[in-house]
């Protein structure tokens, strides 16, 4: 599956829908582990200077995602990394990397318009 997104030149570029093998949450009686949580703190870490990669899904990334889908009205302010979710966070890094985003301050992702 692929989604269509339009570029800094204002043309149409295709990028593939990647989905994950799981949803990713905070689970109090048995936290996350694995290289995919890795994955998401890696990627959350290029947004937001304060995300620690410990492979750990626990309150602090929990806190991490929910900021991050607070900057986006179509995504649900849950803490769950799902496909939807994930997608969104690859685009704003891409977004990040072509200067789409001005920049991350405290923790809040500045759009330039």
Same mark, same amino acid.
């Given at each position: 599956?692929?989604i269509q997104k339009e570029n800094q030149n204002n043309s149409?570029?295709?990028?593939?829908?990647?989905?994950?093998?799981?949803?990713?949450?905070?689970n109090t009686s048995r936290l996350m582990t694995g290289n995919?949580?890795?994955?998401?703190?890696?990627?959350?870490?290029?947004?937001?200077?304060?995300?620690?990669?410990?492979?750990?899904?626990?309150?602090?990334?929990?806190?991490?995602?929910?900021?991050?889908?607070? &900057?986006?009205?179509?995504?649900? @302010? =849950? $803490?769950?990394?799902?496909?939807? #979710?994930y997608n969104t966070l690859i685009n704003a890094i891409i977004?990040?990397?072509? &200067?789409?985003?001005?920049?991350? @301050? =405290? $923790?809040?992702?500045?759009?330039? #318009?």
């Amino acid at each position: 599956m692929y989604i269509q997104k339009e570029n800094q030149n204002n043309s149409i570029e295709d990028r593939e829908y990647v989905t994950i093998p799981r949803d990713l949450y905070l689970n109090t009686s048995r936290l996350m582990t694995g290289n995919d949580v890795i994955n998401i703190q890696e990627k959350l870490s290029r947004l937001f200077k304060d995300v620690k990669i410990t492979g750990v899904f626990d309150e602090d990334t929990d806190r991490f995602v929910r900021l991050f889908q607070s &900057n986006y009205d179509f995504l649900d @302010i =849950n $803490g769950i990394v799902d496909n939807k #979710t994930y997608n969104t966070l690859i685009n704003a890094i891409i977004s990040d990397d072509n &200067n789409i985003y001005g920049a991350v @301050i =405290n $923790g809040v992702i500045i759009v330039n #318009t």
